[in-house]
């Protein structure tokens, strides 16, 4: 009934949330040669929501099958009932996604993957998702810092891409090249928000 009244009088609920999980172990690498390939992917699909939408999927599906590796998270959003509001949001932590640390991808490097693994293997990896979606669904709107919940999240994300309910996303990652390396006191630096699950 209430989504009626909304509609009626003319009220979208427009939620932009953000998600980071930070996964560590010696395992963790391969998870950044998804996110290479996804932003590649979202880049030559310029903005193409059902494309983003479905490397998202992608994303959330290796994220849950590395779920042994989770080791802190956090997130964080707000309720608009303005389009441009929410929007202005979406930019905001667009911004400050971007500014943490090896969050920069180089779009002109190879993807590295064919080089000799000589080269240093980080063991911490932080992913950051930004969805921007209308409605309600109480699985991303909750504190996601235990596994159970942040499992939940991750459904709920591949759900709002499924039923076609995002209106942005935006992945950033760290490190986002194969090579560079997130120590420690980086993340206690960089991603102060971490809990621990």
Partial sequence: MSNLFNKMIGRTRYVVCRLFLHL???EVAPILGVLNRAAREAIDADGDLEVLGQELVEICETLLRYDEYWLSAAN?????????????????????????????FDFNSPSGFDEPLSIPVTRNVVVMLTAAYEGEVPDLETDLSNI??????????INLHQKHKLR????????AQLGDELTNDQLLQYFPELIPL
């Fill in 148 to 157: 159970q919940a942040l499992k939940e999240g991750l459904k709920a994300l």
């Fill in 168 to 175: 942005a996303i935006q992945v950033h990652f760290s490190p």
């Fill in 24 to 26: 560590s172990g010696s």
């Fill in 76 to 104: 964080e959003g707000d309720v608009f009932w303005s389009e441009g509001e929410a929007g202005d949001y979406v930019n905001e932590l667009f911004t400050d996604s971007a500014q943490r640390y090896g969050t920069e």
